[in-house]
């Protein structure tokens, strides 16, 4: 139960935002300076952690949620349209600076999908955010290695496997069905692809 439960929060939603940016850095582009990348990593973590986090807390004060699992799609609905627009704009701040625009397109990608998961609810459909995310992150490494020619496949097969055992885990905890994991990585995958080729 703890080692399941320490997987769900090593790669929770709200986590893997400042995750993916310091892989980013690590494996893509190494030619911002230093700095300006641990500003670039402190205002992602800010603003989809610490943020996020705060939110929870005021909406549990208020009674708009149960507890900070948001389980259910009424609870769900208010977070994920804050998170809409935390995406939108971050992807907005960092497509500004030439050098790290690629990186806009991870959180523009990641508000698509989160776009997609709300127009979901209207049809009581809940999906894994979890694997919604690491999603996301596979498929917008797949794409850079593709338009930069770069060797990320190791990274990519890493994050696979995380996702496996990121479900894994979800299930185990019953915090969503086979159906809800499969749903969350398909939307993961297919916007940032979809983002991909609307820009071509």
Known sequence: MRFHKFIS???HPIVLPTLGVFLYFMFVSQTLERRLQLTLLGLVFVVTYVIP???LIVLKSIGLIKNFQVSSIKERKAPV???IA???FLGNTIVQYPTVRNLGFLFYGTSISLICIYFLFTFKLKSSLHLVSMGNAISFFLILANINNLSLMP???ILLLLSGLLASSRLYL???TPKELVLGFFIGISSQ???FFLLQ
Do not use: R
């Open 174 to 176: 019953n915090a969503h």
């Open 53 to 55: 986090v705060l939110l």
């Open 86 to 88: 935390i995406f939108y």
């Open 193 to 195: 692809f979809l983002l």
């Open 81 to 83: 349209l804050f998170m």
């Open 155 to 157: 990274l990519v097969i």
């Open 9 to 11: 929060t090593i790669l």
